[in-house]
């Protein structure tokens, strides 16, 4: 990490292509005199055709295998050290004219960041190696615990670590280990930071924090460490001048660049809550949230919902509208049943007049003649009676009229009764009788026997007939016929599944084959005055009524209108017996 | 002779019976039919009167009726009844010679008058049929010759004119008038002119002048 950073940081800095090579010694396992001379020897016979620029040496732990070999290597060549131990920079190095950097630990801000973790800590178990430079690294953890009051330490610097699992299991609530550098254990064991945490972690029974950043991923909940990325590019902008000439002064700097780090699941593990983390703190192995690691999933799951949503918003939307729409062409539907109720009616007021005239002349033609029996010495009384009788029933007769026109002209919602059929077409002949005489039509009804009733609204079945019989009137009327065929036949059977079907008659012309799958439609008329609507109507009623209208052209002469209704008990009619 | 009747016809039998109930109760004598059809069928020559009928009816209309009653011998004076008058109808039953056209609800005194009124105009046409039957009856028993010779006698022609537009003898010829008059009964050429204008026959024209 630190050496790509360094690498990335470099290039960066100087404009033209740079070469890196690399050699591991890896002198802190192998370490002997023999093979450090190999190793030299090998490097100058390697890069013997190479002009280097720059060497950069990172130094381990251990820096005497290091103190001669850059001049001894390459005398002419630059170099530049880094190293990240509390030693003192040896002596030949600072002689040897090389620059160089050493990176520093912070147990003083390790200690803090413990604290501000574990706000109620009492104690501090410090454990420590026993090599030399563990040892500087303990000195300056003692300053530091000295540095911090209130806080008992307890330092395990003299160990073999594998035996502290064992009390560190052990150790009471309110402390936390913390790991200084381990180079060497007392059994002589070398560690790494990132070893001795997995050792020590999982056993300890309090939370472990570490010095340097190598323990952090495996097992220390955290600490003030140095961050590889960093150093690397401090380390690069030194190169970067070195390569320009200017060797940075002073040739050895001390760097302390710490980060605050803590591993999320070691929070986790010692429940410590994550508002506690400072704000300059870094939390690492924070597991990707589901929104990080399935960013494109999510991303497109979500797209997809919008716009499944979207969608359905749309559909609901436009739903809505043609629910209103609709609405709007039902309510259309019947203010347009209403105004052709109302022509039909306009067609029908003269009649309808003619209608009440007729008993009220009666009235008036009976009250004076029983004004003038009564002038009379002797007045025969059983006359005056059915006199009185027939003024009483002319009334009535008048005062139904009126109802039937009120009826008509009444803007109604269906409202279905029990309609005997009989009946329906007796009315239908009374309103339109007074029509008929005036163009000398002759209406006759002809039913079967045993109709059952039906159920509809009556009025507007009224108007469906009436509007059938004012048709079949106009189509008589507009042919020229000899006389005796001017007559209309209101009729009603049963059709073969047991529905009522009435039927309006007429002998006129009959409708043409172009016009006879048309007449359902509306503005459709043959009429000169017509609207178009009356039969457009009709059949927007018989449909509501769950029946059927239709239209043929009569075998001899004119066309004939008819609609089926649902019987109101189709049950009562199936247990008769079948006459076929 | 039988006495002058109302025949009321309608075929509202309710407005029927009420109109005959009252036209009774007024000292009319009544006959009432539920179609014009009807009516047409029971008619007598001899029957006296007037037509009170619905202007508007199932099968033969009121204006139907009175067409057909004109052509028959005894053609009575119509009144129409309606429920109300429309103007298209109103002229038509005029022009075919009404004798009253009523609303159904007009003042009883009017459809009185109106009955009488027809009543009269009977008799004067009842009269004037009469003895229009009574001439021809009269004409018909002249023979071919005779009436030739009248049809010059009413142009003014004298007897010497007549006789030599015919061919004949001036003695004939008067002989020929001689019959004409005492047929005719009509004993002055005035007498025998206003006759001939009644029934219709033309005075002879000037052959020069056709």
Same mark, same amino acid.
């Given at each position: 990490m630190l050496e790509q950073a360094f690498r990335t940081e470099l290039s960066r800095q100087c404009q033209s292509p740079i070469e890196f090579y690399a050699e591991h010694m890896d002198a802190s396992h192998f370490s002997n005199k023999e093979l450090y001379q190999i190793f030299s020897d090998y490097l100058a016979a390697k890069y013997a055709g190479e002009p280097l620029d720059l060497v950069m040496v990172f130094l381990g732990r251990d820096f005497k295998l290091a103190e001669d070999l850059p001049p001894h290597v390459f005398p002419k060549v630059p170099a530049i050290f880094l190293t990240a131990n509390e030693l003192e920079v040896p002596e030949p190095l600072m002689r040897s004219g090389i620059a160089g950097m050493v990176a520093r630990y912070d147990p003083a801000d390790t200690i803090a960041l413990m604290r501000q973790l574990q706000p109620d800590l009492q104690k501090i178990v410090v454990v420590g190696g026993v090599s030399e430079s563990d040892r500087k690294t303990l000195t300056r953890v003692e300053q530091a615990s000295r540095a911090t009051p209130g806080i008992e330490f307890e330092f395990w610097? #003299? #160990?073999?670590i594998k035996e502290l699992l064992e009390p560190a299991s052990e150790l009471p609530p309110r402390t936390a280990l913390l790991m200084s550098t381990i180079l060497a254990d007392a059994a002589g064991q070398t560690y790494y930071m990132s070893q001795s945490a997995q050792l020590l972690a999982p056993a300890a029974s309090v939370p472990l924090y570490s010095l340097g950043g190598g323990a952090i991923g495996h097992g220390a909940v955290g600490g003030a460490v140095m961050d590889p990325a960093v150093i690397g590019m401090d380390v690069a902008t030194v190169a970067a001048k070195a390569l320009k000439g200017a060797l940075p002064e002073p040739r050895i700097s001390v760097r302390t660049n710490i980060s605050r780090i803590v591993d999320w699941q070691q929070l986790r593990r010692w429940g410590i809550s994550e508002a506690r983390v400072p704000a300059d703190c870094v939390v690492a192995n924070r597991p990707k949230s589901l929104w990080e690691e399935h960013k494109r999933t999510i991303s497109l799951m979500v797209a997809v919902l919008l716009a499944q949503a979207a969608t359905i918003f749309a559909l609901l939307v436009q739903l809505a509208q043609r629910r209103r729409a609709e609405m709007q062409i039902q309510q259309q539907r019947a203010e347009l049943a209403h105004a052709a109720r109302l022509s039909t009616m306009g067609q029908l007021a003269s009649s309808l007049a003619h209608e009440i005239n007729q008993p009220l002349g009666a009235i008036l033609r009976n009250a004076e003649a029983a004004e003038m029996f009564l002038q009379r010495d002797s007045p025969d009384l059983t006359e005056l009676r059915a006199i009185v009788a027939d003024i009483r029933k002319d009334d009535q007769r008048a005062g139904g009229v009126i109802d039937r026109m009120r009826s008509l002209l009444k803007r109604q919602k269906l409202e279905r009764t029990s309609l005997d059929i009989r009946e329906l077409l007796d009315e239908t002949l009374t309103i339109a009788r007074s029509d008929a005489r005036a163009r000398g039509v002759q209406i006759t009804i002809e039913t079967a026997a045993g109709l059952p009733p039906v159920l509809a609204d009556r009025v507007q079945l009224q108007q469906v007939l009436l509007n059938l019989a004012l048709n079949a009137m106009d189509a008589m009327t507009n042919s020229t016929n000899e006389n005796g065929t001017s007559r209309i036949i209101l009729g009603a059977e049963r059709d073969r599944e047991g529905k009522v079907e009435i039927s309006v008659r007429d002998f006129g012309e009959g409708l043409s084959s172009e016009r006879l799958p048309h007449v359902f439609e509306p503005f459709f008329t043959t009429k000169t005055n017509g609207m178009g609507m009356g039969l457009a109507i009709s059949k927007t009623i018989i449909e509501a009524h769950g029946g059927v209208i239709r239209a043929r052209n009569n075998p001899d002469r004119g066309a004939t209108f008819s609609f089926t209704l649902p019987a109101e008990r189709p049950a009562a009619t199936a247990a008769q017996p079948s006459r076929s | 002779m039988s006495e002058p009747t109302v025949f009321l016809i309608d075929d509202d039998a309710s407005f029927l019976t009420a109109i005959s109930r009252l036209l009774r109760g007024m000292g009319f004598a009544v006959r009432s039919f539920d179609s014009a059809k009807a009516f047409l069928n029971e008619l007598s020559t001899t029957a006296r009167g007037c037509v009170l009928v619905d $202007?508007?009816?199932?099968? $033969?209309s009121g204006l139907d009726l009175q067409k057909s009653l004109a052509q028959t011998e005894n053609p009575l004076p119509v009144i129409f009844l309606t429920g109300q008058a429309d103007i298209p109808s109103t002229v038509q039953a005029m022009r075919g010679g009404a004798e009253d056209f009523l609303t159904k609800r007009a003042p009883k005194e009017e459809v009185a008058g109106a009955i009488r009124r027809a009543f009269e105009r009977d008799e004067v046409e009842r009269l004037k049929r009469s003895r229009l039957r009574e001439l021809r009856s009269r004409l018909a028993t002249l023979t071919d010759r005779e009436q030739q010779v009248l049809r010059h006698v009413i142009r003014g022609q004298m007897n010497k004119q007549i006789a030599a537009e015919l061919g004949i003898n001036e003695r004939t010829v008067k002989l020929h008038r001689t019959s004409v008059t005492r047929k005719l009964r009509a004993p002055s050429v005035a007498e025998l002119t206003r006759l001939c204008q009644e029934v219709g026959i033309e005075p002879r024209r000037d052959p020069d002048k056709p």
């Open positions: 610097t #003299n #160990n073999v | $202007l508007k009816m199932p099968g $033969l």
